[in-house]
């Protein structure tokens, strides 16, 4: 079984409120969302303690926030990234501008 999440970005998020898991006997999905890079750090990490083996990132995680969630999850967790050069939501910013 392979377990995966997906951790989401933006201001207001509240990781005890914004989270889910998506039921699945081959791959049960975590979905977290965060208001600030330490939050998703602290997420990431957890995740890694429950076995999961991959984490995605929406593409509010720019490039030093994708390398952030890297080392908080550890050498066994696989990090991937939604990525956009800007995130519309984030008034064409990245999120290193950011967070």
Do not use: W
Not at 69 to 93: E, L, M, Q, S
Request: aromatic residues 8%.
């Amino acid at each position: 079984m392979l377990t995966c999440a997906f951790i989401y970005i933006a201001p207001g998020l509240d990781p005890l409120k914004q989270n889910a898991v998506i039921p699945s006997e081959d791959v049960p999905m975590y979905v977290v969302g965060c208001s600030n890079y330490e939050q998703a750090e602290t997420v990431a990490a957890a995740l890694a303690r429950k076995g999961c083996q991959c984490i995605d990132l929406c593409p509010g995680f720019g490039v030093e926030g994708v390398a952030r969630i890297k080392r908080a999850a550890g050498p066994a967790v696989k990090v991937g990234v939604v990525r956009y050069d800007t995130v519309p939501a984030f008034g064409n910013r990245s999120g290193d501008e950011m967070f």
